[in-house]
């Protein structure tokens, strides 16, 4: 249980990391291209909005693939524990047999 929670712990601080990544550097480009601008402030508007749509489609869609990582990797720790579950209660079983001789 240590382990699963430990790992979750992880994978979150792994996934909220990338996603301020993505956050600052969404910023920093949407700073940069209305300093940089040689256009209307309409038209940069038109590509804030339409950079903010891809930008939050991409987020959307890295979340999404880490979150489905991630259940995969809890679901194959899930397994790993219940087999060495079963195999040390199988163990402890086995001595108490031999001490009941």
Known sequence: ???QSELRTNTTNQVLSMFGGLLVGA???AAAMLLYAPQSGEKTRDQ???KNI???NMTTEAFEDAMAKTR???SQIQGIVQKQ???LEQ???DVMQVLDQ
């Open 85 to 87: 579950t079963k195999s």
């Open 54 to 56: 891809e930008i939050r």
């Open 27 to 29: 910023l920093v480009g």
């Open 1 to 3: 249980m240590e382990i």
């Open 72 to 74: 995969q990797k809890a």
């Open 91 to 93: 163990s402890g079983q």
């Open 48 to 50: 804030i909005r339409q």
